[in-house]
């Protein structure tokens, strides 16, 4: 008679949950600190709120342990930075200048959007190196990310919080010591999904005049039919379908209830921008049960579940300029899809 496997009968979303929770256990205890755009209530509220606009909240795709893993899985197969050793190079480049421009040997790195650390981990590396005092603090929707980001980071103390950017959070609670420290602040990945008619802004009113602002942007080399064919293929594959469907099955749809489409939209009044969108299209008519609600949903509605906005290098130069954030280096990889800049705020002056 044949034992019976420990992992008989766990589905693959609670099997993926298992191995992630394993590979984030840190060595000693730490503390996590939620914002309150990161408690239940709040991401229920948030949830519930765009179901009615067709639009789902950006954090959804990355808040729980399962869609954490599903990020994991899509980014080291389609992210530049897993993909490519001239991309690491470029970061490298506009990490060093960072410090170059630095006027004290100390500050507080922020980074806005962790993820899984990597990018922060090597810029981090640079001020070991040369022996800089650095006050480390990662902000994340998600609490595993979070967590994982904290394990890579392990040589540095870090304070870590859980937070939604789309919320707006004051970042003023994360700069209690009594002798304030210029801050690197990292941005990293966040402007495609967030969008720069919300981050901009919110970017523009935390930024101070002795801060940094490192930012990453998605790029397009033209908004050529021909480009934008090739661009949206890294959005539209078998790892990204399984990303989105990860966050659909969570909230309760089944796999027959929708189908994915991928499409290039014009973003409104700008020149030399798009941005990809995913859509869920329902299949049938049912009713989607979610915390105690009903949620009516009919066959042909559409349900936004992803989005990510490019910019040709000069279209983001002037957004950037027409927002009043100083553009100190730019970045552009060889095939103009990505772009690293560091960045000064003109709308703020020493008091």
Not at 123 to 143: G, H, M, N, Q, Y
Not at 163 to 173: G, K, N, T
Not at 307 to 318: C, N, Q, V, Y
Request: one cysteine or more.
């Amino acid at each position: 008679m044949s034992s019976k496997s420990p992992l008989q009968g766990i589905s693959e979303s609670n099997l993926i949950d298992m191995m992630i929770l394993r590979s984030y256990t840190l060595d000693v205890s730490v503390q996590v600190t939620f914002h309150s755009s990161a408690l239940p209530d709040v991401i229920q509220a948030k949830v519930a709120a765009g179901i009615a606009a067709h639009r789902l909240p950006a954090g959804l795709l990355y808040g729980s342990i399962g869609q954490a893993a599903r990020w994991l899985k899509y980014a080291r197969a389609w992210a530049p930075i897993h993909r490519r050793d001239a991309i690491s190079a470029l970061y490298q480049s506009v990490y060093r200048s960072t410090l170059d421009s630095m006027e004290r040997d100390e500050f507080h790195y922020l980074a806005l959007g962790c993820g899984d650390g990597v990018k922060d981990a090597s810029f981090l590396e640079l001020t070991a190196s040369d022996k800089w005092r650095v006050k480390v603090t990662l902000l994340d929707v998600s609490p595993s990310l979070t967590l994982g980001a904290a394990q890579r980071l392990n040589a540095w103390q870090t304070q870590l919080h859980v937070a939604d950017l789309e919320s707006r959070p004051d970042l003023s609670v994360l700069d209690l010591a009594e002798r304030r420290q210029p801050r690197v602040i990292s941005c990293l990945g966040m402007l495609p999904t967030l969008g720069h008619a919300m981050l901009f802004p919110y970017l523009s009113s935390v930024l101070k005049p002795e801060d940094r602002l490192v930012i990453s942007a998605n790029l397009s080399p033209t908004v050529s039919d021909e480009d934008k064919a090739s661009i949206k293929s890294q959005y539209d594959n078998p790892e990204a379908r399984l990303w989105y469907s990860g966050a659909l099955l969570e909230l309760g749809l089944e796999r027959n209830d929708f189908a994915l489409r991928c499409s290039v939209e014009s973003l409104s009044g700008t020149a030399g921008a798009y941005r990809i969108v995913v859509h869920a299209e329902i299949l049938r008519g049912f009713e989607l049960q979610l915390h105690g609600e009903i949620y009516p949903m009919a066959a042909g509605d559409r349900l936004e579940v992803f989005r990510s906005e490019r910019w040709t290098p000069s279209a983001l130069r002037h957004r950037f300029s027409h927002q009043g954030l100083e553009i100190i280096q730019a970045s552009v990889s060889n095939d103009c899809q990505e772009g690293v800049y560091v960045i000064a705020n003109r709308n703020q002056f020493p008091g």
